[in-house]
Protein backbone atom coordinates (compact mmCIF):
# COMPACT_ATOMS: atom_id res chain seq x y z
CA UNK A 1 0.00 0.00 0.00
CA UNK A 2 1.51 3.83 -0.92
CA UNK A 3 2.69 5.34 2.22
CA UNK A 4 4.04 8.88 2.68
CA UNK A 5 7.75 8.77 4.03
CA UNK A 6 9.77 11.14 5.72
CA UNK A 7 13.36 11.95 6.62
CA UNK A 8 14.90 12.29 9.01
CA UNK A 9 12.94 11.06 12.35
CA UNK A 10 14.40 13.22 14.26
CA UNK A 11 16.42 15.82 13.67
CA UNK A 12 18.25 17.66 16.30
CA UNK A 13 19.39 21.52 15.88
CA UNK A 14 20.83 24.58 17.69
CA UNK A 15 18.75 27.91 17.95
CA UNK A 16 19.09 30.16 15.10
CA UNK A 17 20.13 27.49 12.47
CA UNK A 18 18.30 26.65 9.12
CA UNK A 19 16.49 23.10 8.98
CA UNK A 20 14.78 21.38 5.86
CA UNK A 21 12.72 18.46 6.53
CA UNK A 22 11.54 16.15 3.48
CA UNK A 23 8.55 14.57 2.68
CA UNK A 24 7.92 11.71 -0.24
CA UNK A 25 4.01 12.22 -0.74
CA UNK A 26 2.22 8.76 -2.66
CA UNK A 27 3.47 9.12 -5.88
CA UNK A 28 0.05 10.06 -7.67
CA UNK A 29 -0.90 12.62 -5.41
CA UNK A 30 -1.17 16.07 -6.40
CA UNK A 31 -1.57 18.12 -2.73
CA UNK A 32 0.90 18.59 0.12
CA UNK A 33 0.46 19.52 3.33
CA UNK A 34 2.16 20.55 6.32
CA UNK A 35 1.07 19.91 9.86
CA UNK A 36 2.98 20.33 13.04
CA UNK A 37 2.05 19.19 16.53
CA UNK A 38 4.00 20.42 19.33
CA UNK A 39 4.66 18.18 22.54
CA UNK A 40 0.73 17.52 24.43
CA UNK A 41 -0.97 19.50 21.94
CA UNK A 42 -3.27 19.64 18.98
CA UNK A 43 -2.31 18.74 15.42
CA UNK A 44 -2.31 22.05 13.79
CA UNK A 45 -2.59 22.65 10.05
CA UNK A 46 0.55 24.68 8.68
CA UNK A 47 0.02 24.99 5.12
CA UNK A 48 -0.99 23.60 2.02
CA UNK A 49 0.49 23.46 -2.05
CA UNK A 50 -0.50 22.55 -5.04
CA UNK A 51 0.60 23.23 -8.57
CA UNK A 52 4.10 24.56 -7.20
CA UNK A 53 2.32 27.42 -5.20
CA UNK A 54 1.19 27.50 -1.63
CA UNK A 55 -2.74 27.69 -1.78
CA UNK A 56 -3.25 28.03 1.93
CA UNK A 57 -1.39 28.87 5.04
CA UNK A 58 -1.74 29.50 8.58
CA UNK A 59 -0.86 31.89 11.06
CA UNK A 60 1.79 29.83 12.05
CA UNK A 61 3.39 29.80 8.45
CA UNK A 62 5.53 33.23 9.09
CA UNK A 63 8.27 34.22 6.81
CA UNK A 64 10.73 32.01 8.72
CA UNK A 65 8.90 28.52 7.08
CA UNK A 66 8.69 27.88 3.37
CA UNK A 67 7.83 25.29 1.02
CA UNK A 68 9.23 23.50 -2.21
CA UNK A 69 8.66 20.73 -4.32
CA UNK A 70 12.39 20.43 -5.90
CA UNK A 71 12.13 17.63 -7.88
CA UNK A 72 9.05 15.37 -8.73
CA UNK A 73 9.22 13.17 -5.69
CA UNK A 74 9.93 15.00 -2.35
CA UNK A 75 8.53 18.20 -1.17
CA UNK A 76 10.06 20.24 1.44
CA UNK A 77 9.41 21.99 4.60
CA UNK A 78 12.68 24.82 5.66
CA UNK A 79 12.73 26.59 8.28
CA UNK A 80 15.30 29.34 8.06
CA UNK A 81 16.21 30.36 11.53
CA UNK A 82 14.83 27.85 14.12
CA UNK A 83 13.59 29.29 17.43
CA UNK A 84 12.88 26.98 21.12
CA UNK A 85 9.22 26.99 20.17
CA UNK A 86 9.42 25.75 16.55
CA UNK A 87 10.52 22.08 18.77
CA UNK A 88 6.89 19.91 17.69
CA UNK A 89 6.38 16.76 15.46
CA UNK A 90 6.05 17.90 12.21
CA UNK A 91 4.11 15.65 9.81
CA UNK A 92 3.49 15.28 5.55
CA UNK A 93 0.47 14.73 4.24
CA UNK A 94 -0.95 14.26 0.82
CA UNK A 95 -4.29 13.56 -0.79
CA UNK A 96 -5.12 12.54 -4.58
CA UNK A 97 -7.47 16.07 -5.55
CA UNK A 98 -8.21 18.57 -3.35
CA UNK A 99 -11.39 16.68 -1.51
CA UNK A 100 -9.60 13.48 -1.31
CA UNK A 101 -8.09 12.32 2.17
CA UNK A 102 -5.33 13.25 3.32
CA UNK A 103 -2.47 10.53 4.65
CA UNK A 104 0.22 11.60 6.67
CA UNK A 105 3.60 10.38 7.10
CA UNK A 106 4.46 8.91 10.12
CA UNK A 107 6.90 12.46 11.58
CA UNK A 108 9.71 13.96 11.87
CA UNK A 109 10.47 14.94 15.63
CA UNK A 110 12.53 18.73 15.21
CA UNK A 111 13.89 19.44 18.63
CA UNK A 112 15.56 23.01 18.87
CA UNK A 113 18.08 23.48 21.33
CA UNK B 1 -11.48 26.11 16.14
CA UNK B 2 -12.37 22.33 15.87
CA UNK B 3 -16.16 22.10 15.34
CA UNK B 4 -16.62 19.06 17.16
CA UNK B 5 -16.87 17.75 20.58
CA UNK B 6 -15.63 14.51 21.39
CA UNK B 7 -15.19 12.91 25.23
CA UNK B 8 -11.64 13.11 26.43
CA UNK B 9 -11.38 10.05 27.25
CA UNK B 10 -12.80 6.34 27.03
CA UNK B 11 -12.04 2.70 27.91
CA UNK B 12 -12.85 0.05 26.25
CA UNK B 13 -12.26 -4.03 26.85
CA UNK B 14 -10.24 -6.13 24.59
CA UNK B 15 -12.45 -8.16 21.97
CA UNK B 16 -15.53 -5.71 22.88
CA UNK B 17 -16.98 -3.59 20.70
CA UNK B 18 -16.14 0.25 20.93
CA UNK B 19 -18.44 2.93 19.76
CA UNK B 20 -16.52 6.39 20.23
CA UNK B 21 -19.06 9.53 19.88
CA UNK B 22 -18.98 13.13 18.05
CA UNK B 23 -20.89 15.66 18.24
CA UNK B 24 -21.48 18.01 15.40
CA UNK B 25 -24.51 20.01 15.76
CA UNK B 26 -23.01 23.04 13.50
CA UNK B 27 -22.40 20.93 10.74
CA UNK B 28 -23.60 21.87 6.99
CA UNK B 29 -24.73 19.93 3.99
CA UNK B 30 -21.79 20.21 2.85
CA UNK B 31 -19.98 19.21 4.86
CA UNK B 32 -18.09 15.19 5.71
CA UNK B 33 -17.17 13.42 8.90
CA UNK B 34 -13.89 12.05 9.39
CA UNK B 35 -11.98 10.37 11.50
CA UNK B 36 -7.95 9.18 12.21
CA UNK B 37 -6.39 8.20 15.06
CA UNK B 38 -3.38 8.83 16.69
CA UNK B 39 -1.20 6.00 17.87
CA UNK B 40 1.62 7.82 20.74
CA UNK B 41 3.23 10.40 18.79
CA UNK B 42 2.74 8.75 14.77
CA UNK B 43 1.60 10.59 12.08
CA UNK B 44 -2.67 10.46 12.22
CA UNK B 45 -3.89 7.87 10.23
CA UNK B 46 -7.56 7.75 8.09
CA UNK B 47 -9.83 5.45 9.60
CA UNK B 48 -13.19 6.16 7.91
CA UNK B 49 -15.36 9.62 6.56
CA UNK B 50 -19.10 9.94 5.55
CA UNK B 51 -21.71 12.32 4.09
CA UNK B 52 -25.14 10.86 5.54
CA UNK B 53 -24.95 7.34 4.96
CA UNK B 54 -23.69 4.84 7.84
CA UNK B 55 -20.40 3.86 5.81
CA UNK B 56 -17.83 0.48 6.89
CA UNK B 57 -14.80 -0.72 5.77
CA UNK B 58 -11.99 -3.31 7.24
CA UNK B 59 -11.20 -0.69 10.38
CA UNK B 60 -14.70 0.56 11.48
CA UNK B 61 -17.96 1.33 10.71
CA UNK B 62 -19.43 4.96 10.62
CA UNK B 63 -22.63 5.76 11.83
CA UNK B 64 -24.61 9.39 10.83
CA UNK B 65 -27.65 10.51 13.06
CA UNK B 66 -30.15 11.31 10.35
CA UNK B 67 -30.01 14.80 11.12
CA UNK B 68 -26.30 14.69 10.89
CA UNK B 69 -25.89 16.25 13.98
CA UNK B 70 -24.02 13.58 15.78
CA UNK B 71 -21.92 10.62 14.41
CA UNK B 72 -20.54 7.49 15.94
CA UNK B 73 -17.19 5.03 15.33
CA UNK B 74 -17.52 2.10 15.59
CA UNK B 75 -14.95 -0.78 16.12
CA UNK B 76 -16.48 -4.11 16.25
CA UNK B 77 -13.67 -5.71 17.92
CA UNK B 78 -11.39 -3.55 19.57
CA UNK B 79 -7.47 -4.99 20.57
CA UNK B 80 -4.84 -3.68 22.07
CA UNK B 81 -3.34 -2.16 19.33
CA UNK B 82 -6.63 -0.06 19.26
CA UNK B 83 -5.25 2.14 21.62
CA UNK B 84 -4.82 5.53 20.51
CA UNK B 85 -6.18 9.27 20.58
CA UNK B 86 -9.30 9.25 17.93
CA UNK B 87 -9.88 12.36 16.06
CA UNK B 88 -13.78 13.01 14.84
CA UNK B 89 -13.35 16.38 12.02
CA UNK B 90 -15.50 18.28 10.33
CA UNK B 91 -14.69 18.73 6.59
CA UNK B 92 -16.14 20.82 3.75
CA UNK B 93 -16.83 19.67 0.60
CA UNK B 94 -15.51 22.60 -1.13
CA UNK B 95 -13.43 25.89 -0.18
CA UNK B 96 -10.41 25.54 2.79
CA UNK B 97 -8.85 21.99 2.95
CA UNK B 98 -7.51 22.22 5.76
CA UNK B 99 -7.75 19.54 8.78
CA UNK B 100 -8.70 21.10 12.11
CA UNK B 101 -8.05 19.07 14.59
CA UNK B 102 -8.99 19.26 18.34
CA UNK B 103 -8.46 17.17 21.47
CA UNK B 104 -9.70 14.02 20.65
CA UNK B 105 -11.21 10.88 22.42
CA UNK B 106 -7.87 8.82 24.24
CA UNK B 107 -9.32 5.61 23.96
CA UNK B 108 -7.46 2.38 26.08
CA UNK B 109 -8.15 -0.78 25.45
CA UNK B 110 -8.06 -3.01 28.29
CA UNK B 111 -6.81 -6.42 28.86
Known amino acids: EPEVTQTPSHQVTQMGQEVILRCVPI?????FYWYRQILGQKVEFLVS????????KSEIFDDQFSVERPDGSNFTLKIRSTKLEDSAMYFC???????????FGPGTRLTVL | DAKTTQPPSMDCAEGRAANLPCNHS???????VYWYRQIHSQGPQYIIH???NNETNEMASLIITEDRKSSTLILPHATLRDTAVYYC????????????FGQGTRLTINP
Open chain 1, 49 to 56: FYNNEISE
Open chain 1, 93 to 103: ASSLTRTDTQY
Open chain 2, 26 to 32: TISGNEY
Open chain 1, 27 to 31: SNHLY
Open chain 2, 50 to 52: GLK
Open chain 2, 89 to 100: IVRPHQGAQKLV
